[in-house]
């Protein structure tokens, strides 16, 4: 923590507890964890060993798309707003500590390496700009040429982004004065989302105005796009797609990598070193998230409406559905615990956000939340890409 | 008189939405539903706009609401717009043209 423990002390005898929550003396945030609740704009605070909401914090504006990341500390969530708007939550007080509407809609964010910086990718006008993380001063707009999409944080203080209208991909560096920005290539039409594997190795972003996923090894010095899987994404054949994929939860389990098909109810599983498609998995609809079961061979899956009342589970071995839950109705998003022991699982519809044991696939308990979509837990601090 | 009783409820209804596509009133809350929650999705939930266009009735008002629900059932081909006539019938996409034109704006 870097506020002097006197002041942070002080911080919270003045602060008084919102009415119905409980609000000890002294709170660790390693357990806890950020529900959107899109329709109402506010965030659910969760505890996961309670298996309980804490708390919650309001005013984030229009949250129907929306995301965030958290401080290197874990005290602090930056939420990216759908309508621009980018707000700093304090996790101990539960209040929105700075906000600023920094553009006129947005799409999501990431936090650099360091903590120093937060960078936002912005739909209109199109860009990323780039925020001192803990006043949320404006340090560098970069225009883009239209809408930019799957913005990460790769390690050096340095951001990846890719633009939806051209395909164009950027590495923007800001670890010194002046930032330096370096169009990697381009990755081909209407690109999606973007995602950076674990090890901040590849860059991979997924296509929809044409065949093929693009990668970039950015542990290159000056990286070439590849663009594999051909025959992978939408053609006028396809069925329809109701949602768009989100790439974030792309899986890289047992070597591979786990790929939401566009327009087919099917996963495609790839080599992670030759880049070739070694399988497919016939599922319940459009994949949405494909996220990994953290410490096993699974990956789990959610779909896109109207068969968003399903979740299944892949033995990424076998590439066979080993469980096909109903949850609820509406399932939106899917959050693990850091270890994998448990899922967090949002269903919009039933106003719930279920909790389900990983090894059993039980439910455990359930917690009441308004419309909720994104469940974020701060282990997520910790983690490169995200 | 129970002619006239019987004839208020609808004498009100057409008075509140003359030129609405018929949708009973419970498909009604459910069409709403979806326009929010999965066109929000690409359109924002306050349709201002995301990868989609803006919906807001203001950007929709020199659109034909027959144009529109053409476009919400068979979708732009090239665009991330969707066909949705697998999932509504015409007179529910002609309902949400006309919701969205009617739409309140949000603050």
């Keep these: ?386 | 008189m129970p002619r006239l009783a019987a004839l208020l409820p609808a004498v009100l209804l057409a008075g509140l939405a003359p030129a609405w596509a018929e949708v009973p009133a419970e498909r009604a809350a459910a069409l709403e539903h979806m326009v929010i929650q999965d066109c929000g999705s690409c359109h924002g939930l306050t349709m201002k706009g995301g990868l989609g266009r803006p919906l807001t009735a203001d950007a929709l008002v020199h659109a034909d609401p027959d144009v529109l629900a053409l476009i919400i059932l068979d979708g732009i081909p090239g665009t991330a717009m969707p066909p949705w006539r697998p999932l509504l019938t015409e007179d529910e996409a002609l309902w949400i043209a006309e919701y969205l034109k009617s739409k309140e704006p949000s603050p």
Excluded: C
């Design chain 1, 1 to 386: 923590m870097k506020r002097p423990l006197a002041a942070l002390l002080a911080l919270m005898l003045v602060t008084t507890a919102p009415s119905g929550w409980a609000m000890d003396s002294a709170i660790a945030t390693g357990d806890l964890g950020l529900v959107i609740e899109r329709a109402t704009g506010s965030l659910l605070v969760v505890d996961r060993s309670d298996r309980a909401a804490i708390g919650r914090v309001e005013g984030l504006g229009d949250l129907s798309h929306a995301s965030m990341t958290y401080s290197p500390d874990e005290r602090f969530a930056y939420v990216f707003g759908r309508d621009g708007g980018l707000s700093k939550v304090d996790m101990l007080t539960r209040q929105v500590v700075a906000r600023t509407i920094q553009a006129g809609n947005s799409i999501g964010g990431a936090i650099s390496d360091d903590g120093r910086l937060v960078a936002v990718s912005n739909y209109e006008p199109g860009g990323v700009k780039v925020f001192d993380a803990d006043t949320l001063e404006l340090l560098a707009d970069i225009p883009a040429a239209g809408k930019t999409i799957g913005l990460v944080d790769v390690p050096g203080r340095r951001f990846a982004w890719t633009v939806w209208d051209t395909g164009e991909v950027f590495l923007g560096d800001f670890a010194g004065e002046t930032p330096a920005i370096t169009l990697l290539g381009n990755a081909g039409i209407n690109p999606f989302d973007a995602v950076l594997t674990d090890d901040a190795h590849t860059y991979l972003i997924g296509l929809f105005g044409e065949k093929g996923v693009t990668a970039f090894d950015l542990w290159d010095e000056t990286p070439e796009p590849m663009k594999f899987l051909k025959d992978y994404g939408k053609t006028s054949d396809d069925l329809p797609v109701y949602k768009m994929p989100h790439l974030q939860g792309w899986a890289f389990t047992e070597g591979q990598f786990a790929l939401p098909a566009v327009g087919q109810h099917e996963i495609l599983w790839v080599d992670r070193e030759s880049l070739q498609e070694t399988g497919r998995t016939k599922v319940h609809g459009q994949p949405v998230f494909i996220i990994a079961q953290p410490a096993s061979p699974y990956v789990w899956v959610n779909f896109a409406t109207p068969l968003n009342d399903v979740v299944q589970v892949i033995d990424s071995r076998t590439r066979e559905v080993v469980e096909t839950l109903t949850p609820g109705k509406a399932i939106l998003h899917m959050e693990f615990a850091p270890r994998g022991a448990e899922v967090w699982i949002s269903s919009r519809d039933d106003n719930r956000v279920l909790i389900y044991d990983t090894r059993s696939r039980e439910k455990l308990a359930e917690i009441e939340a308004d419309a909720p979509s994104g469940i974020f837990f701060t282990a997520r601090a910790h983690r490169t890409g995200l």
